[in-house]
């Protein structure tokens, strides 16, 4: 087999993305709960500053980064490699979990004094961990390396959810942690029958030999359907709203707004760059299918909650759905290949704004579950007055899932809705719409109470500190600056694509 | 960049700035003071800058802003508007805790309002359109009470519904085009050679219907208007329904014209001039009464567009603009004077209520006002056709309403005690009031191309005072039967919604039955099951 | 009939077997400890799979393909991690339930559904 795969000059860079946080995981072990926030902290600037060196070299030398591990070519060596996509994956990666680290140090502070509790040691491992698989998943070339990425980030996930140790949360968690596992073994299954067909896992090789043949149809159905189980795509989200609702509110950030894009990513990998045309359409259009209703089934569901982390919660398995009707938009064609399209730019930054957006929801609901004891709608009369900056945080991310502009969102749904009917898919623009309708009904819901008179004068629990606000604000912020974004395809995302063969297309 | 386009930047830019200046405490704390000073960038631009000048930003805000002349008069009445509002609620909401808030939604909603008039390109359009809408909602659940936040949801649903209509409008119409952001202009222009033309324009219709309050997409009107203080109801009434009216002066292709769609907004408009007028007279409070009248004036503004529209006839957007400033300046007066009359007693209410009267009886035709003025503008175009004899009798319901409302007005405040309103609401009433009277003198020649003098003919006066006359009488002889006050609800057909209300619960419940179903563990193992399968077998069958 | 009893064929019937087994197992079992044996089974007849796989790679003139050996042993290490947290959360859950004076059966609680 000839070599795909060539390092590249800063392909260390990516090597060091995935490293650098168990680097820090083995010093917090070895230095003693004291120290883990200080470590995590720094890990994860250093992490911000290496996801910013990727980017830069991405776009100074416009194409992708490679590194072969040990330099032993695939089939038998593994190789990382990170395209204009993987980047903009990363760097977002690394300015949420900066954000989330800032508001967990500033809640634990609020707890225990700065004491070293052992949730709160725990809490910086795992988040070390997950910045680790989740970039290791973003980088990964090889499909059983990505397996392990996962299954990290499974492992990672799931204890953040049951961090309090309450036994609901624990049951949560035990789901979360048993239908991901069904998920990943699918997905591993479907992995053995690749390697049985094409002697090699490795991504940017498989784009070059796959073919039509049973095998890889039912390799393809495998690994999609359990990433679908990871990614808690309608009919299968069965344990996403009681994890996500359960879990401290910066567990909740990462795990809404990070942790379920990885298996996004690859499916969309695998969707584009695995299947042959003519399977990379039949899927796109099924799962476009689920999209749809995700979106719209899971919006009235988030209406219907009465508990805010729920509504929150029902909202990403809504939003996740916008992602998947991504596919048949960007089928693109002979002379316009999938990521010159915009719905490929609308997808990726549907995929970004959501990831802002649902963390700075998720913290500004963990300011007010801090502050009111309880998070039920109905009760929250007037806590714009005591919590303005929650309160605004919430609003800016809700116009930017509601597709409100100026915002990340409403460029994103601008884009797709574009495509849609450009492509002549009336439907998916129907639901487009009705989305941002539903979407508008349940951040309405709560701007309503925010806004509203308080029937009794309001009791706080617990003042609050600024710093927690502010860091649910910047986040919400920058996914309404992301509505600067011009309406056109962006380059950054296509860079390193062509080195890709036409895979998915004619 | 030059001068105008300074101040046409100006406008659009400096309520913002003070809105974002709301952001300091110092400053928040005198907002409401500075709400008379917001639109006067926008009255300079009104009133200097020359038609056809423009200012462009570059990316990322990629922003044009340009001054045409239906722009200039709405943008020109609504300024003057919206700073006399300003100044009125500086004085009506000095002691009101909630103040400065009041302020800042005032501010987004001002700045979105009178951006619409001069935004040039597709996207800042819907930009402000939304701004508008949105922030609008922050004044009418001002008061905090039942029926305002019932108001306030109703209104945000049918404002988010505009939003969809118009988003996928404006996409439909720019999706073949190169630009990812073109000029609202050039878009119109090459409206006729899109394939999904007829699509895009009864979408604009229903979008910018809704913000109109065409019936039966009305009902917000009546429950905001009377729920918001006072002067924010003047205005929603005067200035953010002409967000529609705008709208539809931008995007329909009027040099084309497209008679079908123009038949339809004829209709629609005819239909809400009458409803509101038979609806309106069944009311028992000022507000409400006022409200409808707004809704059935812009039943006849819609009219105006849908004649242009079907003769192709460019000239419509202009009068039509003429006639919506005459409304609005009338309607915002009318609102404000609601105000003033509830503070005034004893002598000076009598002068007062016939100021009113004066206002009031113009929205009908009252001769030698700014009514009759717009009417007779707008004749030429109307022609001597069943439209025209509409209108007429439109008018003469207007009066119907107008005279109802001034008994309602005299009726509530007979018993007020000996007062003088205080100076801050009577100046800046009195201000809209005189401008209502002489700016439409000032642009009779410049729109419709006559002297003034054509006005004083015994003829001209004869043609606006006889269906005021018929009006009149007509309510005379309503007035016998008093059992019709309070027998249509406010916001009539929404309590026809209510009705459907069940069904939507229950539907509602039935998604949450499936997704408790779906959500059990087997259920979800054997749909995981099923998908692979089913993905698996829909791969291989293609392969 | 010889081509059953060939290795690689034989060790991907027993893996299919195995598969279905443990899926049975998963989605049917009420019990949350069934469950995680179930996800054994299965992950046992996937790495069975592979072994199939790995023997039929086996072409140039090697007795197997050891990439996949490789992987079942990677894979191995992770199930058995999968497991323990499964396992370790379960034993957590048992206890909060005793504690609470709950559960009836705290050895192997059944999930709610």
Sequence with gaps: MTSVHATTPSGFLLVLAVILPVCAVLAIVACGPRSAARIAMTTLAAGLAVAIAIAMELVAGGTALSYVVGGWQPPLGIALRADGLSGAMIVMTALVLGAVGLFARSQYALHDGGGAGRAQTTFWILLLALASALNATFVGEDLFNLYVALELLTFAAVPLVCLDGRAETVKAALRYL???????????????????????????????????????????????????????????????????????????????????????????????????????????????????????????????????????????????GYLFIVFPLAAGSADLPPWSTIAWTGGALQLISHALAKSAMFLAAGVVYEAFGHDRIADLRGFGRVLPISAAAFGLAGLSLMGIPPSGGFVAKCLLLTAAVAEGYPWLAATILAGGLLAGGYVFRVIDKALANPAAPIVVQRAVPRRLEIVALALAAAAVMLGFLPLRPFEFLQIGRSGVSMAGLP | MTASGLVLVAALLFPLA????????????????????????????????????????????????????????????AALLWSAAGAYAASS???????????????????????????????????????????????????????????????????????????????????????????????????????????????????????????????????????????????????VVKAGVIGLIRFLPFEAGMPVWGGVLIGFGIITAYYGVIVGVTQRRAKTILAYSTVSQMGLLAVLLGVGLDAADPAATELTAYYAVHHTLVKGALFLGIGVLGATGGRRLGLVLLLTAVLALSLGGLPLTSGALAKLATKPMLGYGWIAGAMTMAGAGSTMLMVHFLLTVRNDTRDNPAASPPRGQLVPWLTVTAASLIIPWALYPIVSGEPVAGLLQPAALWKVAWPMLLGAAAMLILLRFPRRLGAIPEGDIVELAGAGEPLVRRASDRVGDVDAHLRRWPMAGFGLIALAILLGGALMLRA | MTAVLQPGVLFGLCGAVLVGIGLFAIVTHPALLRRIVGCNILGAGIFLVFGAVARRGAGAGLDADPVPQALVITGIVVAFSASALAVALLKRLSELSVGEGRAAEPAAPRSET
């Design chain 1, 178 to 320: 048993l239908f991901a596992l069904l998920g990943s073994l699918l997905y591993l299954l479907g992995t053995g029958l690749i390697y049985g067909q094409y002697g090699t896992l490795d991504l940017l090789a498989l784009s070059q030999l796959s073919r039509e043949d049973p095998a890889l149809s039912a390799a393809l159905a495998l690994m999609i359907v359990g990433l679908l189980a990871k990614a808690a795509l309608f009919p299968l989200h069965l344990w996403l709203p009681p994890a996500h609702a359960g879990a401290p509110a910066p567990a909740s950030a990462v795990l809404s707004a990070l942790v379920i894009k990885a298996p996004v990513f690859l499916i969309l990998r695998l969707v584009l760059d695995v299947a042959p045309p003519q399977a990379a359409a039949v899927a796109g259009q099924m799962l476009a299918v689920l999209g749809a209703v995700s979106i719209l089934f899971c919006s009235v569901m988030a209406l219907r909650q009465a508990r805010l982390k729920l509504m929150i919660a029902y909202s990403t398995v809504a939003q996740i």
């Design chain 2, 18 to 77: 003070l809105a974002a200046g709301c952001l300091s405490e110092r400053l928040r704390a005198r907002a409401l003071g500075v709400l008379v000073l917001a639109p006067l960038p926008a009255l300079a631009a009104a009133l200097l800058v020359p038609d056809g000048r423009f200012a462009l930003f570059p990316a990322p805000f990629r922003l044009t802003l340009v001054l045409d002349r239906p722009g200039a008069i709405l943008l020109g009445g």
């Design chain 2, 93 to 239: 909401m000095a002691r009101d805790p909630a103040r400065s808030r009041f302020a800042i939604w005032w501010l987004l909603t001002l700045a979105g309002c009178l951006g619409l008039f001069i935004v040039g390109d597709v996207v800042n359009f819907y930009l402000l359109f939304t701004l508008a809408s949105l922030a609008a909602y922050g004044l009418i659940i001002h008061e905090q009470s039942a029926a305002a936040h019932r108001a306030g949801v109703i209104y945000v649903v049918l404002a988010l519904l505009a939003e969809a209509f118009l988003l996928i409008a404006l996409v439909m119409l720019a999706a073949t085009y190169p630009d990812a952001n073109p000029q609202i202009r050039s878009v119109v222009a090459n409206l006729s050679g899109n394939p999904m033309r007829d699509g895009i324009v009864a979408l604009f219709i229903l979008g910018f219907a809704l913000k109109m309050g065409l019936v039966p997409l009305h009902v917000w009107l009546p429950l905001a208007h009377p729920a918001a203080p006072t002067p924010a109801s003047a205005v929603l009434s005067g200035v």
